[in-house]
């Protein structure tokens, strides 16, 4: 396969984003007012709570058996290293470049979650309907590369809606209490000299209002939070961790993985003569929309992203050397190491899908995570145009490079 047919397959998916989010950013202006922020915001959460886990769901259950889970054991441990890595790279990025404190968790995120479902559906499969593919007969590469993807994208769905999850909310949070002290800070004691006592009160406040206000950031001092017993911060830290788990894209990858896993579940909803075939094909159809709907969020976000942004170039140029510079070297090291170790089944389709998620652009759920807590979702926008843009000739030239090294 030569460069410029790879150019085209690699570069396909990443035009289809683009294409995608410029039309949602043309249904955003004040000509169409298709999708003003009040739309968007109560579509993005029928993604959140309907599409992506459906989406997720439909994937795992039909390709994922527990045989391949065990004997693809090593493609969590791929997956978890590029989130490691991604998140130490970005840590890094964001002490030297030092943007907003509540951007910091959208940039780490940008760095370490990478687009491991729709993409790799797209460019797999692609790759083995090419002439010359080094990955053998077309069908099976096909079949397999399927799987490999879906698995990927389950993973990936389980590491987001965890870790990445866990750093927008708390970028969330960040911005909440930079915006109370702003407003707290912005209340000015009454100066007037005739003033009596009980009217040197805070301009325009009531007493109660007021010791409100002084009361609430005393309880939630991190001096307070720190003297907590160790076994109620152990009991939050629980809690927290399970309502995570809790989200529905998370909740729909145990599902999927459970029905896949066990065969008489997986008889049920999955093949022709599956009693119950009906819902998985009416999960699988709300799963469909997921990627439409995501990328046009996306684009509508870009109009407004594009006038009000603070994110500054170095901090693109930063990111955009980790996801396309950095982490592609380490994925090749990390694949050779485990493959000479015996940790990788022989097949080089697997091998090379390893080494592309650690090359992938980031992940599309990002941009939902930040429109459902309301964080960053300019900055996003304009963080996902320069690195999906990236993405058409970096994704392209180290794929040619990792077939090169397979072959």
Not at 25 to 52: E, H
Not at 93 to 105: A, M, N, R, S
Not at 319 to 348: E, M, N
Request: aromatic share 10%.
């Amino acid at each position: 396969m030569g460069f410029w047919t790879l150019f085209e397959v690699a570069s396909m998916p990443i035009l289809q984003v683009l294409i995608i989010s410029l039309l949602g950013a043309f249904m955003a202006t004040d000509y169409c007012k298709l999708l003003p922020v009040d739309i968007r915001r109560s579509l993005n959460r029928i993604v959140f709570v309907v599409f992506t886990p459906s989406l997720v769901f439909a994937s795992l259950a039909k390709t994922v058996t527990l045989q391949d889970i065990i004997s693809w054991w090593f493609m969590p441990v791929n997956i978890g290293l590029t989130f490691l890595v991604g998140i130490i790279l970005g840590w890094i990025v964001v002490k030297i470049l030092k943007p907003k404190p509540y951007l910091e968790g959208l940039i780490i995120a940008t760095c370490s979650s990478g687009n491991l479902g729709n993409l790799l559906l797209i460019v797999v499969p692609a790759i083995c309907y090419e002439d010359g593919s080094p990955f053998g007969d077309i069908n099976v590469c096909t079949g397999i590369g399927l799987s490999y993807a879906s698995f990927s994208m389950a993973l990936g769905g389980f590491y987001l809606w965890t870790i990445t999850f866990h750093m927008i909310r708390a970028s969330s949070l960040k911005l909440r209490d930079d915006e109370a002290a702003e407003d707290f800070s912005s209340k000015q004691p009454n100066e007037n000299l005739d003033a009596t006592p009980q009217s040197q009160l805070l301009k325009g406040e009531s007493e109660e209002q007021v010791a409100i206000v002084v009361k609430a950031p005393q309880d939630t001092s991190p001096k307070a939070k720190g003297n907590a017993p160790l076994w109620r911060q152990v009991v939050g830290f629980l809690h927290q961790i399970l309502e995570e788990l809790m989200a529905p894209p998370t909740l729909g990858a145990i599902f999927g993985f459970t029905f896949g896993a066990i065969d008489w579940l997986r008889n049920l909803v999955i093949g022709p003569g599956a009693p119950l075939r009906v819902v998985q094909d009416s999960i699988k159809l709300l799963g469909d929309a997921t990627i439409p709907c995501i990328t046009l969020i996306l684009g509508a976000n870009l109009t407004q992203g594009l006038r009000s942004s603070t994110i500054k170039p170095m901090v693109i140029v930063g990111v955009v050397c980790v996801r396309y510079i950095i982490l592609p070297v380490v994925g090749i090291f990390v694949v050779k190491a485990a493959g000479d170790l015996g940790f990788l089944p022989p097949d080089p389709l697997f091998r090379y899908v390893l080494m592309v998620q650690f090359t992938l652009p980031p992940a599309m759920n990002i941009g939902t995570m930040a429109q459902l807590f309301d964080v960053g979702q300019d900055e996003c926008s304009v963080l996902f145009l320069w690195t999906y843009l990236a993405a058409a000739l970096a994704l392209t030239s180290w794929s040619t490079v990792f077939m090169w090294i397979l072959t």
